[in-house]
T-cell receptor, first 113, second 115 residues
Framework: KNQVEQSPQSLIILEGKNCTLQ??????????LRWYKQDTGRGPVSLTI?????NTKSNGRYTATLDADTKQSSLHITASQLSDSASYIC????????????FGKGTTLSVSS | KAGVTQTPRYLIKTRGQQVTLSCSPI?????VSWYQQTPGQGLQFLFE???????NKGNFPGRFSGRQFSNSRSEMNVSTLELGDSALYLC??????????????FGPGTRLTVT
């Protein structure tokens, strides 16, 4: 069964600290993996998209990694800011055309001052 | 370029009623996807439309339906509403169908409450 599991479910960190969010998936055939950021009351916004052949992709202070062998991905946030408080959702596309999307339930990050 | 717009933003309905939600994609985008988001289940894919044709469908009952117009605007309809249909309904648009590497842009969502 295609599944995407995210951990931790929630996280609280101090402003300026780094953190890493995890995503494990059992999806086949794998097409690509995306990380989204969703602020409260708003739609998700894409942070990164990675294919099978990519193992690192950065977007400012956000760096995603992908290990296709172990089927794990992580999202590292550097020097966190209050505006990073949001839900982070890992999404894996399955199938050759990537038409099937399997969503994780997200990690809720709270950054406090 | 204007983003994805969804109307209405908030809606309160009674069990048994039906509801229609609207989504206007980014200009030039031909694919529109709909999602349901609840605290317990997270985001779940409802269906995708491309050039007025439904291309993919998630695992939802037939009470959930949608359509796309020639200008790429899309509507989704939920009939015989149930309490469990209370959720945030998100619309996303992309240039082409099939997720592939085409970026999806989400709207702000419609918050539906069923009482």
């Amino acid at each position: 069964k295609n599944q995407v599991e995210q951990s931790p479910q929630s996280l609280i960190i101090l402003e300026g600290k780094n953190c890493t969010l995890q995503c494990n998936y059992t999806v086949s055939p794998f097409s690509n993996l995306r990380w989204y950021k969703q602020d409260t009351g708003r739609g998700p916004v894409s942070l990164t998209i990675m294919t099978f052949s990519e193992n690192t992709k950065s977007n400012g202070r956000y760096t995603a990694t992908l290990d296709a062998d172990t089927k794990q991905s992580s999202l590292h946030i550097t020097a966190s800011q209050l505006s990073d408080s949001a839900s982070y959702i890992c999404v894996v596309s399955a199938g050759q055309a990537g038409t099937a999307l399997i969503f994780g339930k997200g990690t809720t990050l709270s950054v406090s001052s | 370029k204007a983003g994805v717009t969804q109307t209405p933003r908030y809606l309160i309905k009674t069990r048994g009623q039906q509801v229609t939600l609207s989504c206007s994609p980014i200009s030039g985008h031909r694919s529109v996807s709909w999602y349901q988001q609840t605290p317990g289940q997270g985001l779940q894919f409802l269906f995708e439309y491309f050039s007025e044709t439904q291309r993919n469908k998630g695992n939802f009952p037939g009470r959930f339906s949608g359509r796309q117009f020639s200008n790429s605007r899309s509507e989704m309809n939920v009939s015989t509403l149930e309490l469990g249909d209370s959720a945030l309904y998100l619309c996303a648009s992309s240039l082409e169908a099939g997720k592939g590497l085409y970026e999806q842009y989400f709207g702000p969502g419609t918050r539906l409450t069923v009482t």
